[in-house]
């Protein structure tokens, strides 16, 4: 799985989420996941989380979508 995160945090409680894909890897799923968009290779998304908190579910997610893969 080649997927690449950029996590910036807006304010405390709110993480902007850009991520990118390679290999089939459906990373606008991931997206949709918090309300956010994009298409397959390429999604953002903004989480109501603080930065860390963001960081572990964004990990936890994706080795979920890709154990199930």
């Known amino acids: 799985m080649n997927v690449g995160v950029l ?4 304010d405390p409680d709110r993480t902007k989420v ?14 949709a996941r918090w309300g956010g968009g ?10 109501k989380m603080p930065l860390a908190e963001t960081r572990r579910e964004l990990v936890k997610l994706l080795q979920e979508y890709h154990e199930a893969k």
């Open 38 to 47: 994009g298409h397959r290779n390429a999604a953002g998304c903004t989480i």
């Open 7 to 10: 996590l910036r945090e807006i």
């Open 18 to 31: 850009s991520l990118r894909s390679r290999d089939g890897f459906n990373i606008a799923a991931v997206a």
